[in-house]
C-alpha cells in the first residue's frame, strides 16, 4: 500500500516563488545592500576547481567559529541555515505528541515543525501594546513540557528579555526539567546574548545564522551551541556534508577580517537611527526595539500601500493585520542609511 504521513498531508505551507531580484528588498530581514563588492571579490579569489569539486570539509571553520564564540568545537553544530539546527532539536528533544511553548506571533517554522512531527505546540500570545508578560511564560511551563522557545530579539515583534527575566524563566524550566531553545537570528542587531547559559550550562540551546548581519542567507549557513552531549545529539541528526563550502569561506572571512563585523553593525546602526527618526518627525507610530525590522503605522491602508510600493517604487515591504494597538502595519527590513532613504522618500510619496 503506498503511504503518505498525513500530518505532511495537511500541513498548510506557502512557498516563496516570487522574482525579487530587480526590486529593494526590505521584506524578508535580509541585509538589502550586502557585503562589499570588493570583499566578494577576495573571498572569490583562489577558488579551485578542487575546491568546487569535493565535499565541504567543517573541522577547520568550526575550530575558527569555536574560537571566535570563546569555546571548543565540542560547543558547537554547523547547520545548513538556523532553520536546520531548530529542527533537529525539535525532532530530537520532544516526542511525538510532546508539548512545547513558545510566543507567538513568532519564526514560523516553530510550529510548522511542531505540527510536521506531530507535536503539541503551546502559543504564549502578545499583549496588547506588543509587550510580553514572562508570567504567562512561566505559568505554561509544565511538568509535562517537553521544550520552551525564545526568541532574543523576537521576530516579528522585536522586543527582548532581561537577565533577570531570563534567569526566572531558566529557573522554572531546570525546576521542570525543560529543555531550552533560544533562537538569536538576529544577534548583533541586539548585543545582549544568552550565550553563555548554552555553554556553561546544561539543557540550553542557541540557534544563531550567518543570514542576517553577515549578509550570507544565499548561502545558507547556521549554527546550534549547547552543551556537549546536546550538541553530540543534534550532530546525529545532521545529513552528511551539510554545509556549503563557500558559506564556510565567505563566514571565515567575515569573522577573521579586522574590523567587518564592526562595520556592518555600524551601518545598521545608522540605517536604523536614520529611519527612527524620520518616523518620529513624520508622527508616524512604530514598533521594534530590537532586530533589523520594524512595524510601522501608515496613515493609509497598508496593503493597498504595500502593493503600490512594489508595482510604483519597485521596493519590497510586508503587511502584518491586527498587530496590537497598531492595528494593521507595515513590516520594514531595516539596511544602511541609503536604503531607508528610499524606502522614507517613497513611503511620504505614497502613503498620503
Not at 92 to 112: D, E, K, L, W
Not at 134 to 156: A, F, G, H, S, Y
Request: negative net charge; hydrophobic residues 35%; glycine residues 6%.
Amino acid at each position: 500500500m503506498y503511504y503518505l504521513d498525513s500530518k505532511v498531508e495537511n500541513l498548510y505551507r506557502i512557498f516563496d516563488q516570487n522574482e525579487r531580484k530587480d526590486y529593494l528588498r526590505l521584506d524578508l530581514n535580509e541585509n538589502p545592500g550586502g557585503l562589499p563588492a570588493e570583499f566578494i571579490s577576495s573571498v572569490l579569489d583562489g577558488i579551485t576547481p578542487q575546491f568546487v569539486a569535493q565535499y565541504p570539509e567543517t573541522l577547520h571553520f568550526t575550530e575558527v567559529l569555536a574560537d571566535y564564540l570563546g569555546t571548543d568545537i565540542s560547543h558547537v553544530c554547523l547547520v545548513n541555515g538556523s532553520a536546520e539546527g531548530i529542527r533537529y532539536i525539535i525532532q530530537a528533544f520532544t516526542a511525538p505528541g510532546g508539548r512545547i511553548v513558545g510566543c507567538v506571533p513568532s519564526y514560523f517554522m516553530f510550529q510548522v515543525y511542531s505540527e510536521m512531527y506531530g507535536r503539541n505546540f503551546i502559543p504564549v500570545p502578545y499583549e496588547e501594546d506588543l509587550t510580553m508578560d514572562v508570567n504567562k511564560i512561566l505559568d505554561e511551563i509544565t511538568e509535562d513540557t517537553q521544550l520552551l522557545i525564545l526568541l532574543n530579539p523576537n521576530n516579528p515583534m522585536g522586543n527582548v528579555y532581561t537577565e533577570e527575566e531570563f534567569e526566572r524563566i531558566l529557573k522554572k524550566a531546570n525546576e521542570k526539567e525543560v529543555n531550552i531553545l533560544v533562537d538569536e537570528a538576529y544577534h548583533y542587531f541586539y548585543p545582549k546574548t544568552f550565550i553563555r547559559y548554552a555553554l556553561e550550562g546544561e539543557h540550553v540551546f542557541v540557534t544563531r545564522t550567518f543570514s542576517k548581519l553577515f549578509s550570507l542567507a544565499g548561502c545558507r549557513l547556521g549554527y546550534v551551541v549547547g552543551w556537549p552531549e546536546g550538541v553530540k545529539m543534534v550532530q546525529k541528526m545532521c545529513t552528511p556534508h551539510n554545509t556549503n563550502a563557500f558559506a564556510m569561506r565567505f563566514a571565515e572571512k567575515i569573522l577573521t577580517t579586522p574590523g567587518m563585523v564592526d562595520t556592518l553593525i555600524k551601518n545598521y546602526n545608522q540605517g536604523r537611527s536614520f529611519l527612527i527618526s524620520w518616523l518620529d518627525e513624520h508622527g508616524y507610530k512604530h514598533k521594534g526595539e530590537a532586530g533589523n525590522f520594524m512595524f510601522i503605522k501608515p496613515n493609509t491602508d497598508a496593503q493597498s500601500l504595500v502593493d503600490r510600493m512594489k508595482s510604483e517604487k519597485k521596493i519590497l515591504i510586508k503587511t502584518y493585520p491586527n498587530v496590537g494597538e497598531l492595528g494593521n502595519c507595515l513590516r520594514v527590513s531595516i539596511g544602511e542609511q541609503k536604503y531607508m532613504e528610499q524606502f522614507v522618500t517613497a513611503l511620504e510619496e505614497l502613503d498620503k
